[in-house]
């Protein structure tokens, strides 16, 4: 049953992400690692469309790490205008990368998933969300991995 008053956002849990968001971080990693053997897999004539799949998903998650940064932003009374400025570096790198040829595209997305992941580490403990880092940290990973794999499939 849900709750009638507002949930308090004014501190994150101190133990970490909850498990929720562990199982539903694990599970976003299906496409990633999915699409990256797909692409070693597939038939030439499917191929396009897989490696299409992998880089649109990256570009979905990619401008969501970006988006993640205004919701930072909204919680304060004067949000530091950086911060949204960077909110939506993330969204046009990967719609960039994601009209690019997979070769290419596909290995920005993975640069971007990194460099977002280097950004977080800086921002994150300054709005009391450093222990969301560790998961970050190994989704990140394994998502960038998946990408630079499928771009050397292509």
Do not use: E, K, N
């Amino acid at each position: 049953m849900l709750s009638a008053s507002a949930p308090d956002l004014s501190s994150p849990a101190a133990g970490g992400p909850p498990p929720a968001a562990l199982r539903l971080g694990w599970a976003g990693l299906l496409p990633f690692v999915g699409g990256a053997l797909l692409v070693w897999l597939v038939r030439p004539d499917a191929h396009p469309y897989v490696t299409l799949a992998l880089s649109a998903y990256a570009a979905v998650i990619v401008s969501f790490l970006g988006g993640i940064h205004w919701g930072l932003a909204f919680r304060q009374p004067q949000p530091p205008v950086w911060l949204l400025g960077w909110g939506v570096v993330p969204s046009l790198v990967a719609w960039v990368a994601v009209v690019m040829p997979p070769s290419a595209g596909l290995v920005i997305h993975a640069v971007m998933l990194l460099v977002c992941y280097g950004v977080d580490r800086r921002v994150y403990p300054q709005f009391g969300a450093a222990a969301w880092l560790t998961l970050r940290f190994r989704l990140s990973s394994i998502a960038a991995l998946s990408c630079f794999v499928g771009a050397a499939g292509t």
